[in-house]
């Protein structure tokens, strides 16, 4: 058995755009927030964007997903997102997740993600006929940069009075041009992600 999910991996330019932000996001609320505050930094050389989370999967199943989701990935139109603005999950009273956002452009007006949504539907279409369940919650995409494990309270307040949620942070693009299947690893050092494969878009 492995652990596994569907994602868009990022390219190493957009990785250290994000890398900034994050240590401008630690040195703004630094000084404000208790030395005791837990945050979990993700790496950002570990990011992605997650479009379907499988679980544990057998061996087996890595090839038939794959065969599943080339026709209609190869059908499917490439397009690009911009990476930028900062949010948290669930809400700033008690945030447990900030993230970074993305943005759909669309003859250079921001629209909502409808490529992303589309694509989506698309996966979770093609893995529900191989017997994975849909994924009940919306989908909402983002790439997360820090988990907050204690006082999140705390943090929530150091982000409000920051204003780091209200500016514009643009990172770059991110061009959604394969889906990749990755095996995610649990270690204690943390996560470590070992891409299978991935389907080209738009070849067709």
Do not use: N
Not at 57 to 81: G, H, N
Request: proline share 6%; charged share 25%.
């Amino acid at each position: 058995m492995i652990r596994a999910f569907l994602a868009v991996e990022l390219p190493e330019g957009l990785k250290k755009s994000i890398a900034q932000i994050q240590d401008q996001v630690r040195g703004g609320i630094a000084k404000t927030v208790p030395p005791t505050t837990r945050l979990q930094w993700v790496r950002p050389d570990s990011m992605h964007l997650t479009l379907k989370f499988l679980g544990d999967i057998e061996e087996a199943q890595i090839e038939s997903i794959k065969q599943a989701l080339a026709l209609p990935m190869t059908a499917f139109p490439r397009f690009s997102v911009e990476v930028d603005g900062l949010g948290v999950f669930p809400h700033l009273g008690m945030p447990r997740v900030l993230w970074v956002g993305l943005s759909e452009t669309v003859d250079g007006q921001s629209g909502h993600q409808q490529g992303l949504l589309r694509l989506v539907e698309e996966v979770e279409a093609v893995l529900e006929r191989l017997g994975f369940p849909r994924e009940t919650r919306p989908f909402h995409p983002h790439l997360t940069l820090a988990r907050m494990k204690e006082q999140a309270r705390e943090v929530g307040r150091a982000l409000s009075t920051s204003g780091l949620l209200t500016r514009t942070h643009a990172m770059g693009t991110l061009s959604v041009r394969a889906v990749a299947l990755v095996k995610s690893e649990l270690r204690p050092s943390g996560a470590v992600y070992t891409r299978l494969w991935e389907v080209p878009l738009g070849v067709r």
